[in-house]
Nanobody, 123 residues
Framework: QVQLVESGGGSVQAGGSLRLSCAASGYTFEAYCAGWFRQAPGKEREGVAVMDRATRTITIDSVKGRFTISRDNAKNTLYLQMNSLKPEDTAMYYC?????????????????WGQGTQVTVSS
């Protein structure tokens, strides 16, 4: 049974930091692209950052220089280090796994989703 379990969300003030973790099980973690999506209230879910099998990364412009994605294949875990957080980063953050990895920030390519972890940034 495939599971993606996120942790590390919480409430912080603007300028603060959080580190999200996603523990994967039930599939060959290193064979998939892995990434983070987020959905703010009233908005569509968007891809934030993704790392492919070769550890190349794609990060959306709004978080470049502030968010860093990484993975530890030995631990089957994906991370998202979030620094200099802004109120507009407030959202539910989801871990995702994508085997095809042709459009890694596209929702329709995602094979597996986590349940999400809430990040709230106050001004």
């Amino acid at each position: 049974q495939v599971q993606l379990v996120e942790s590390g969300g919480g409430s912080v003030q603007a300028g603060g930091s959080l580190r999200l973790s996603c523990a994967a099980s039930g599939y060959t973690f290193e064979a998939y692209c892995a990434g983070w999506f987020r959905q703010a209230p009233g908005k569509e879910r968007e891809g934030v950052a993704v790392m492919d099998r070769a550890t190349r990364t794609i990060t959306i412009d709004s978080v470049k220089g502030r968010f860093t994605i990484s993975r530890d294949n030995a631990k089957n875990t994906l991370y998202l280090q979030m620094n200099s957080l802004k109120p507009e980063d407030t959202a539910m953050y989801y871990c995702a796994a994508n085997f095809m990895c042709r459009r890694p920030l596209a929702e329709y390519e995602v094979d597996y989703w986590g349940q999400g972890t809430q990040v709230t940034v106050s001004s």
